[in-house]
């Protein structure tokens, strides 16, 4: 089992940023690969980026490339996500994920999963 809590969420203007954390709590940390999903509203949950298992590996969508920052800590067994040029477009909650699995953006469900933070961008 691994618990996964986010912090860092919070309401900005419109080409600001904020940093998202994920702190995952039970099994080792390194064996999973770590995801962040967004879900604005009355949309599907989306994939926003990941990491490898060994950091050595990231993907990010194509609307938050060059924009956002996937990265991990094992020393703290976090996983942050940097956010920057924030466009209202980005406005969601946002979600990390777990996986034992070997990373991948593609899969219709992963194995654990935080309740997520609310990120507003007002314009």
């Known amino acids: 089992q691994v618990q996964l809590v986010e912090s860092g969420g919070g309401l900005v203007q419109a080409g600001g940023s904020l940093r998202l954390s994920c702190a995952a709590s039970?099994?080792?940390?390194?064996?999973?690969?770590m995801y962040w999903f967004r879900q604005a509203p009355g949309k599907e949950r989306e994939f926003v980026a990941a990491?490898?298992?060994?950091?050595?590996?990231?993907y990010y969508a194509d609307s938050v490339k060059g924009r956002f920052t996937i990265s991990r800590d094992f020393a703290k067994n976090t996983v942050s996500l940097q956010m920057n040029s924030l466009k209202p477009e980005d406005t969601a909650v946002y979600y990390c994920?777990?996986?034992?699995?070997?990373?991948?953006?593609?899969?219709?469900?992963?194995?654990?999963w935080g309740r997520g933070t609310q990120v507003t961008v007002s314009s």
């Open positions: 994920a777990a996986d034992e699995r070997t990373i991948s953006a593609s899969r219709t469900q992963y194995q654990y």
């Open positions: 039970g099994r080792t940390f390194s064996s999973y690969a």
């Open positions: 990491i490898s298992r060994s950091a050595t590996s990231t």
